[in-house]
């Protein structure tokens, strides 16, 4: 009788009940997309830049977790979260996302798909140095201890990636075969921008390996063009609704533990530069005020409407970024054109936050092939990519602008890389680099 209960039971059950909704087995290009682009951008506007943004004093911690960062009071657990979601969230989601589109021949969804795998796989190099890539994101086939690149075939990698962008982007997408459209949250299906971006993460990812390689590597690819200029930016646009808040803004209404820098408001202060209105928020006293190294002054100014209010978007890679690049990569080759691209630079920076100023910009932004020197470049550089990652891997090839070490810091140097996370020296520790400490450099880092 009950073989017989049991085999109608079989028959009986619809395999189609209970299947939860929020767990699609399958979810098309178009869903993907708009998810994976707002999961990194959170990530990269959270985790990412926070701690890194504490070390290079464009922002401090003034009380409890964030406070001892400050100080560099660094454990593995801190940065367990950001590369698990890094890795169990943009990055699976792109590889699936490749797959799709290879098997649906949607060559302009694979290239923005390689575009971001590269972005996010240069990001997470130049913090961790050699990390997981050929044997990644492999669970599925059973590999759930994956082996770690060296950070040169990461790198290689990386302009692989793009280098297949760009030829896909080329091509045209076939007829009747789904492409980005209104979904894509960056550009809107705009292949020329894609185009011009991932030309642009060429030029950014030579940069940091100018100490292997030098700059002419760096001139060559802005020399070739297509760059991103102003109104290609690549930012993500965050929303005031609750569940669209800026990832900087839930962190402050959460914790409260953050204010901005004393380095970098006293540059600006000293100038006078008008971009301060969006980057700081005056304090209880109507003024401009940083907390230094260490320091923990809670009554500093809180990070400003253009970065940390609720709708404030995220930058991950501005037009202007180029012209610093461009005054760095020829500064003692063609000083001429250094002095120009620097002064462009700062004037395009201050156009996109809305605060252009000719006043200011006839003293500030008026450097000439004698006046120019490459620590009034990575100077303005830093002021200009506020919050911005690439401003530690600036620090860490050039040694500018200089920081000072907190008081009373756990470590004698600033810290030049991210640890390996708990989960991977728990889980994986046969794989993880052993002996890695936060002031050991990364492979391009060396001399």
Request: proline share 4%.
């Amino acid at each position: 009788m009950l073989a017989v209960i049991f085999s109608g039971c079989k028959k009986w059950i619809d395999t189609d009940i209970n299947i939860d909704p929020n767990n699609p087995a399958d979810v098309s290009l178009p869903l993907l997309l708009p998810a994976t682009q707002a999961s990194l951008a959170f990530t990269y506007g959270g985790d990412m830049t926070r701690y890194e943004g504490v070390w290079m004093q464009h922002i401090a911690g003034v009380e409890r977790q964030m406070l001892g960062s400050d100080k560099y009071q660094i454990l593995e657990s801190d940065i367990n979260n950001l590369w698990n979601t890094l890795y169990g969230g943009s990055l699976i989601n792109l590889k699936v996302m490749m797959e799709k589109a290879e098997e649906l021949d949607a060559k302009h969804y694979m290239g923005v798909a390689k575009t971001l795998t590269a972005f996010n796989m240069l990001n997470i190099s130049s913090v961790w140095g050699d990390v997981p890539y050929s044997d990644a994101l492999k669970g599925r086939e059973g590999t759930t201890k994956a082996q770690y690149d060296t950070q040169q075939k990461v790198y290689e990698a990386v302009n692989t990636l793009l280098d297949e962008a760009i030829a896909l982007f080329v091509e045209p997408n076939p007829a009747g075969v789904v492409k980005p459209g209104n979904e894509d949250l960056f550009y809107k299906g705009n292949i020329a921008k894609w185009t011009k971006l991932a030309k642009s993460l060429k030029v950014r990812a030579a940069l940091h390996l100018a100490k292997k390689n030098g700059l002419a590597p760096v001139r060559d690819a802005i020399n070739a063009g297509g760059l991103l200029e102003a109104g290609d930016d690549f930012i993500f646009a965050f929303g005031s609704a609750s569940n669209e808040w800026n990832p900087r803004y839930q962190f402050d209404v959460e914790r409260g533990d953050i204010r901005v820098g004393k380095r970098i408001v006293d540059l600006m202060n000293a100038t006078g530069d008008p971009r301060m209105v969006g980057y700081f928020a005056p304090n209880g006293d109507g003024l401009f005020v940083g907390s230094g190294p260490g320091e923990g002054n809670t009554a500093a100014s809180n990070i400003g409407p253009a970065y940390a209010s609720q709708a404030a978007p995220v930058y991950l890679m501005n037009a202007y970024e180029l012209k610093f690049i461009e005054a760095e990569a020829f500064f003692g080759t063609d000083n001429t054109r250094a002095a120009n691209a620097y002064n462009d630079g700062v004037k395009a920076s201050l156009a996109f936050h809305g605060v252009s100023d000719a006043t200011w910009e006839a003293v500030n932004a008026a450097e000439t092939s004698v006046t120019i020197t490459l620590e009034k470049i990575m100077t303005g550089k830093y002021i200009a990519m506020f919050m911005n990652l690439e401003t530690w891997s600036d620090w860490r090839r050039t040694g500018l602008p200089s920081l000072s070490l907190p008081a009373g810091g756990a470590l004698t140097e600033t810290p030049r890389r991210y640890l390996y996370p708990l989960d991977e020296t728990l889980y994986n520790t046969a794989n993880v680099p052993a002996g890695q400490t936060a002031t050991s450099r990364v492979w391009w880092d060396s001399n």
